[in-house]
Nanobody, 122 residues
Framework: EVRLVESGGGMVQPGGSLRLSCVAS????????MSWVRQAPGKGPEWVSS????????YYADSVKGRFTISRDNAKNTLYLQMNSLKPEDTALYLC???????????????WGQGTQVTVSS
């Protein structure tokens, strides 16, 4: 039922930028908080950022604060993550998820997308 499709990943040099998109379907997108989660090879998932259903209540992990910006367009059922000043440590599979994920644990895996790969390397 729930479908989340991410796009926009790629390979960039340190200091570069990327904008990720997540197109949602199968649920009332505008009624739900949304989040971004990332997973690096050999590591567990890390919560990155979340946004309230109306575009408020925005939070970021300390590791990305000041560099990443989360936003959403409810008319397009789309969630975004603008990533600037990218670092090699940002290399990971980035997944869109239904729910805020900041407290109470990450959303169940069934509410994550398939992910888009971001690789930051010289």
């Amino acid at each position: 039922e729930v479908r989340l499709v991410e796009s926009g990943g790629g390979m960039v040099q340190p200091g570069g930028s990327l904008r990720l998109s997540c197109v949602a379907s199968g649920f009332a997108f505008s009624n739900w908080d949304m989040s971004w989660v990332r997973q690096a090879p050999g590591k567990g998932p890390e919560w990155v950022s979340s946004i309230g259903f109306g575009g408020g209540s925005i939070y970021y992990a300390d590791s990305v604060k000041g560099r990443f910006t989360i936003s959403r367009d409810n008319a397009k059922n789309t969630l975004y993550l603008q990533m600037n000043s990218l670092k090699p440590e940002d290399t990971a599979l980035y997944l869109c998820a239904l729910g805020q994920g900041r407290v109470g644990g990450l959303p169940p895996n069934q509410y994550w997308g398939q992910g888009t790969q971001v690789t930051v390397s010289s």
